[in-house]
C-alpha cells in the first residue's frame, strides 16, 4: 500500500497538552485576491508556521481555514501578528476550540 501511494506517511500521534500545546485555534482567512499567485504566497507562508498543523482552500464565504496547535492566547497572538505580515488579507476570524468530543485520523474505508 506504501508503493501504491495509499499510505501517505507512518505518524506517532502525540498529545498536544503534553507537549505544551492546550490551544487549538481554527482561523478563517478572506482574501480579496484571488490569483494563482496570492494562493502560493499564502500556501507558502501558513505552511512554514509550525503551528499550523492543517491548512484547507474553501469554497463559500471563507478562503482558507487553518487548524493551529498553540500554547495559549498570547501564543496564538504572536502567530497572528507574524502572519498578517505575510500577505494581504481582507478579513481574519478566529475560534477557540473549548473541547474535542471527537478526533480521527483514521481514513473511513
Known amino acids: 500500500m506504501e508503493a501504491d501511494g495509499i499510505i501517505a506517511r507512518r505518524v506517532a500521534i502525540v ?3 503534553a507537549v505544551g500545546f492546550g490551544m487549538t485555534v481554527f ?35 471563507v478562503d482558507d481555514l487553518l487548524k493551529l496547535l498553540v500554547r495559549d492566547v498570547a ?7 507574524k502572519r498578517i505580515k505575510a500577505v494581504p488579507l481582507s478579513d481574519v ?7 474535542r468530543i471527537k478526533y480521527e485520523t483514521a481514513v473511513p474505508v
Open 15 to 17: 498529545e498536544p497538552e
Open 27 to 61: 482561523v478563517a482567512v478572506r482574501t480579496s485576491d484571488h490569483s494563482d499567485k496570492w494562493l502560493v504566497k499564502f500556501a507558502r507562508a501558513a505552511s512554514a508556521v509550525e503551528e499550523v498543523v492543517e491548512l484547507y482552500r474553501m469554497a463559500g464565504e
Open 75 to 81: 501564543d496564538y497572538d504572536r502567530v497572528y501578528k
Open 93 to 99: 476570524s478566529a475560534s477557540f476550540a473549548m473541547e
